[in-house]
Nanobody, 123 residues
Framework: QVQLVESGGGSVQAGGSLRLSCAAT????????MGWFRQAPGKEREGVAA???????RYADSVKGRFTISQDNAKNTLYLQMNSLKPEDTAMYYC?????????????????WGQGTQVTVSS
């Protein structure tokens, strides 16, 4: 069974930066999409960024140019570098894993989820 554990969330002033990490174990396939998703209270979960096993990336328009997704294959760890943070970035952030066939920013496509890490951005 795939297990995903996020870390790196916290509170930051607008304009600041955070780096989220997701440690993954128990992979059952070698080709995949990994994604970062977020959910604010009262809002639907949305895709933020995704990366597949070939290195392709996808970003939500709202974070393009500010966030960067990367992975360290040797450590089985996914990262999300978040720069120029805005109050509207405040949410619980989750990492998730899906098969190579999924639509990479669509939450329902992903079957394995971490517990989430809170990001709070104040003005």
């Amino acid at each position: 069974q795939v297990q995903l554990v996020e870390s790196g969330g916290g509170s930051v002033q607008a304009g600041g930066s955070l780096r989220l990490s997701c440690a993954a174990t128990g992979y059952t396939y070698s080709r995949y999409w990994m994604g970062w998703f977020r959910q604010a209270p009262g809002k639907e979960r949305e895709g933020v960024a995704a990366m597949n096993s070939d290195g392709a990336t996808r970003y939500a328009d709202s974070v393009k140019g500010r966030f960067t997704i990367s992975q360290d294959n040797a450590k089985n760890t996914l990262y999300l570098q978040m720069n120029s943070l805005k109050p509207e970035d405040t949410a619980m952030y989750y990492c998730a894993r899906g098969g190579s066939w999924v639509s990479p920013l669509v939450p329902r496509e992903f079957g394995y989820w971490g517990q989430g890490t809170q990001v709070t951005v104040s003005s």
